[in-house]
């Protein structure tokens, strides 16, 4: 019995330190323009000005960031369940020739993030003429969350067994019949969890964003959100107001597939 | 790699009457449909640029970003002649081992808590989850704002705790600064690692517990005897990728000091950007992401080293 009332304690205190800095942001977000350059600063708002939230539609172009962010989120999503499906597929349920081969080769890439090879990404989208195009966006991040995608899809297609598929076999379905019908559905937690995690790492991308577009129409929030903060201007508040815009979606989705996650993780990566 | 099963099944195809040679390179490209568009995006996404950085390197680049010609190694030359070269390197390889270690302990405890049966865990899981949902980026930026010398929550707290009799300045000493972006960096890392291992106590079959209870082993000596040794292939996972993000964490020193003042808290990652769009010095910058490249190497081979551990375990 103590010990359930010690959990839940150390719990709950786990549970605000880990929510306190966006708490912050949140208070941060309602505080009138002129009350952030007192010192000390104030705990709570004096006057909670929560017009800022409606002022940073106005502030900067903050419409075009998210529909920046959603295209790109969105497209290099689709790019990466598109690639990534067949491949786990095939290898969960194959051996072949090049097998081990193009697991290795996931299993390297898996390792690369576009911060290490930003450069080169750069020189490489100046070669293409990719430069300041969506394009490049939707690339890049499809192709750096495809190997964790292909990892967590393929621990869940193996899981399947292969008799059920051989039932639909009798049952005169074809390859892809048999993949929609009965391993899709039953791998759903995976495929949820290879969505949203794809999605979301695009829609915080930031280095290769930052890197590679120019133009105020191209710029993701990851991108657009800082600059409300630069040498000329400081309206801390407009930059925590859109933050938050930018990640209460996101945390909602997340929150959505917690449990999905842990299944996701147990098949993909730790067992 | 050579794989054990697919050798068995090459010696049982070459007893059975063999094949035309259109059925074997049939069989040879049936996995490509499959695989191709994987195989296509990896090579111009990931591959090219690891190619185009090497060649970046050994290119005379001028700072509108015009190939002028070979250059050589002229751009290591000048890279290593970089005084701040060798204290950013054994900078990096501190934060990176500070921030891993501190963050794997964390998470060793927090996967324990949010395993165990208590009212109210599933809003404790979405809590630690928000810093992975939320973006680095947003999150460095609140923590520099908490750490402002005006009017910075950190300040404010500690003035009327009498811990400080004046704000500090927390993000213009390196020192300082170093500590505080480390622990942003282990609080971002935290869920991710923290799930992994939660991931890896679920694999943890319940008869293993009641074995340990029935033989009298306390609860430490079970953690220790027991759970630690099967949580071995979960904490290799979480601490490599852990590793890798860590060495890659570019926003949190972006955003909250830029890797100022100088390059006192610059990292490998920043180091190299400023080279290339500060000084506008790509082929150094070049130069500076090989070596950066090949640390990480080094690391993905350790990882190769430990997933074949795991195989033979199996």
Redesign the interface.
């Known amino acids: 019995m103590t010990r359930?009332i010690v959990?839940?304690g150390?719990?709950?205190l786990?549970?605000?330190a880990?929510?306190l800095?966006?708490l912050?942001?949140f208070v941060?977000a309602l505080k009138p323009e002129r009350e952030?350059?007192?010192?000390?600063?104030?705990?709570l708002p004096s006057h909670w000005t929560w017009s800022n939230f409606t002022d940073v539609w106005s502030a900067a172009p903050v419409w075009t960031y998210m529909r920046v962010s959603l295209t790109v989120a969105a497209a290099a999503t689709l790019?990466t369940l598109?690639?990534?499906m067949?491949?786990a597929?095939?290898?969960a349920r194959?051996?072949?020739?090049?097998?081990?081969?193009?697991l290795?080769?996931?299993?390297?890439?898996q390792?690369?993030?576009p911060?290490?090879?930003?450069?080169?990404?750069?020189?490489?989208m100046?070669?293409l003429d990719l430069t300041d195009t969506l394009l490049s966006l939707i690339?890049?991040n499809?192709?750096?969350n495809?190997?964790f995608c292909?990892w967590i899809l393929h621990g869940y297609f193996s899981s399947i067994p292969k008799e059920l598929e051989e039932a639909a076999f009798l049952d005169g379905a074809g390859r892809v019949r048999a993949l929609t019908r009965v391993t899709l559905p039953i791998s759903m937690p995976g495929v949820v969890t290879a969505i949203v995690y794809t999605f979301?790492a695009a829609?915080?991308e930031?280095?290769v964003a930052l890197?590679v577009t120019a133009s105020p129409d191209r710029r993701p929030l990851?991108v657009g959100?800082?600059s409300f903060?630069t040498q000329y201007q400081a309206h801390?508040q407009y930059?925590?107001a859109t933050?938050l815009i930018?990640?209460i979606p996101?945390?909602v989705?997340?929150?959505f597939i917690?449990r999905y996650?842990?299944?996701g993780?147990?098949a993909g990566?730790?067992? | 790699?050579?794989?054990p099963?697919?050798g068995e099944?090459g010696a049982a195809a070459s007893t059975a009457p063999r094949p035309s040679l259109l059925r074997r390179t049939g069989r040879?490209l049936?996995?490509l449909?499959?695989?191709a568009?994987?195989?296509a995006?990896?090579a111009?996404?990931?591959l090219?640029?690891?190619?185009?950085?090497v060649?970046?390197s050994l290119q005379k680049i001028s700072s509108s970003?015009v190939t002028l010609g070979y250059r050589g190694g002229g751009n290591y030359t000048d890279l290593f002649g970089e005084d701040d070269l060798v204290p950013v390197v054994l900078r990096t390889l501190l934060w990176v081992a500070g921030v891993v270690v501190i963050t794997m302990v964390l998470s060793l405890a927090?996967g324990q808590?949010l395993n165990?049966?208590?009212?109210?865990?599933?809003?404790?899981?979405?809590?630690?989850?928000?810093?992975?949902?939320?973006?680095?980026?947003?999150?460095a930026?609140?923590?520099k704002?908490?750490l402002?010398n005006?009017?910075?929550?950190v300040?404010?707290v500690l003035?009327d705790l009498h811990v400080i009799d004046e704000?500090v300045n927390w993000l213009a000493h390196p020192g300082q600064a170093m500590l505080w972006m480390m622990w942003v960096a282990v609080?971002v890392s935290?869920p991710f690692t923290s799930?992994?291992i939660?991931?890896?106590l679920?694999?943890i079959p319940a008869d293993v517990y009641e074995a340990a209870r029935v033989d009298g082993a306390g609860s430490v000596r079970t953690y220790f005897a027991i759970t630690l040794p099967l949580l071995r292939?979960?904490v290799l996972?979480a601490s490599?990728i852990n590793v890798?993000?860590v060495?890659?964490?570019?926003?949190i020193i972006w955003?909250m000091t830029g890797g100022g003042p100088g390059s006192k808290t610059d990292t490998t990652?920043t180091f190299?950007?400023k080279l290339?769009?500060y000084d506008q010095n790509?082929g150094e910058?070049?130069a500076m992401?090989v070596v950066?490249?090949a640390l990480?190497l080094v690391?993905?081979l350790l990882?190769?080293r430990a997933?074949r551990w795991r195989e033979e375990v199996r």
Request: net charge positive.
């Open positions: 359930r959990l839940t150390v719990g709950w786990v549970a605000l880990f929510l800095p966006y912050q942001m941060t952030l350059t007192r010192s000390p600063g104030t705990y790019v598109a690639c990534a067949p491949a597929y095939y290898t194959n051996r072949f020739r090049g097998r081990g081969a193009f290795l080769l996931v299993l390297v890439t390792m690369f993030a911060t290490a090879l930003v450069i080169g990404i750069y020189r490489e100046v070669a690339l890049v499809a192709a750096f495809l190997p292909i979301i829609w915080n930031y280095i890197t990851t959100i800082p903060v801390w930059l925590f933050s930018a990640i996101v945390v989705l997340f929150v917690e996650l842990i299944g993780l147990t990566s730790v067992k | 790699m050579r794989d099963k697919t099944r040879a049936a996995p449909p499959w695989l568009p994987s195989l995006l990896i111009t996404v990931v090219w640029p690891v190619i185009e950085m060649r970046t970003g927090l808590l165990a049966r208590f009212p109210g865990r599933r809003v404790v899981r979405w809590a630690v989850i928000v810093p992975w949902a939320a973006s680095v980026l947003m999150t930026l609140i923590w704002w908490m402002d005006y009017s910075g929550l300040n404010r003035l704000p609080f935290l799930f992994v939660l991931a890896g679920q694999t292939p979960a996972i490599i890798i993000n060495f890659n964490s570019f926003p955003a990652t190299m950007y290339a769009f790509v910058s070049g992401a950066n490249f990480i690391m993905v990882y190769l997933a």
